[in-house]
């Protein structure tokens, strides 16, 4: 039996990373994310057919851990009537266990604030002082993604985050203003740096050493050569996931985006029961 002050506390990191191709990303120059597959896991995830190939339907399962035909969300454009009783996993965990703190941080206006179909996490969290849509080049959302990394790595340092979702969206608006050529690459490995800056935030922690920690990187869709998405090719429904941790389970074989709602509120003990994803591993 394991001393009790010998258990590691549980800590879960997702980070999207908006519209990269699964090919474009086994293409590109990733460290950071090459070290967390080759210690966890890699896979292309198919974006499940309750789901349109955007960002609002696909990131609203991520969080929510339901499809669709459940949450409503159709686009970016508007939040459905009835949306709000569908809580994201953040708000879930913390209901259950009151005593965790969380963050949220998107670049993306609508997944953490009260605008278009957002939040979509319903617990709201940080967005930057300026919306990168506004001008909506590939300038605004670089400062725009570098501002969501500091402000995030800064907080996973100094706050005990039970669980957190981070998101940059860079990747995603170069795609559609100038398809997946060699600058959406540079895209995906910068997003691999700003990963890299928030896993060196956490292993910054004085209580690292007590803390296990899950890393989850997941994106929402892919894209067209020529950028744009939405449809039913491979190149839009072809997604993918990564995960580490001392925590999972070995030999994953399949995940889904319902899956990462439930994933968290697993690791911590947390009841899931009538949400549409499964466990890592049970798939």
């Not at 090459?34 to 349109?52: I, M, T, W």
């Not at 994933?263 to 947390?270: D, M, P, Y």
């Amino acid at each position: 039996m394991k001393n009790p002050s010998s258990v590691l506390s549980p800590h879960v990191l997702v980070v999207g990373m908006d519209g990269i191709r699964h090919d474009s990303l086994l293409a590109a120059n990733t460290p950071v994310m090459d070290r967390l597959s080759e210690a966890g896991v890699l896979l292309p995830v198919r974006v499940h057919e309750k789901n349109f190939t955007i960002s609002g339907p696909v990131w609203a399962t991520v969080a929510t851990g339901v499809y669709m035909d459940q949450h409503g969300v159709e686009g970016n454009e508007e939040q459905p009537p009835g949306f709000a009783a569908f809580e994201d996993f953040t708000a879930l965990l913390r209901a259950q266990r009151p005593g965790l703190a969380t963050m949220i941080a998107a670049s993306w206006f609508p997944l953490a604030a009260k605008t278009e179909c957002g939040p979509l996490f319903s617990s709201g969290g940080w967005v930057n002082p300026v919306d990168p849509e506004a001008e909506n080049s590939s300038e605004s959302w670089i400062a725009a993604d570098d501002e969501i990394a500091a402000h995030a790595a800064a907080r996973l340092a100094a706050e005990d985050l039970a669980a957190s979702f981070v998101y940059f969206g860079e990747g995603d608006v170069h795609a559609h203003n100038h398809g997946t050529g060699p600058g959406y690459t540079a895209c995906i490995e910068r997003c691999d740096a700003r990963l890299g800056l928030l896993l060196d935030a956490i292993d910054s922690r004085p209580t690292r050493a007590q803390e296990e920690w899950t890393v989850i990187v997941v994106t929402d869709h892919g894209h067209l050569d020529e950028g744009g998405h939405g449809g039913d090719s491979d190149e839009e429904r072809t997604a993918w996931m990564l995960a580490s941790g001392p925590g999972l389970p070995d030999g994953i074989k399949a995940l889904d985006h319902a899956d990462i709602a439930v994933q968290v509120l697993a690791t911590f003990g947390a009841d899931h029961h009538g949400l549409a994803g499964v466990p890592f591993g049970q798939r």
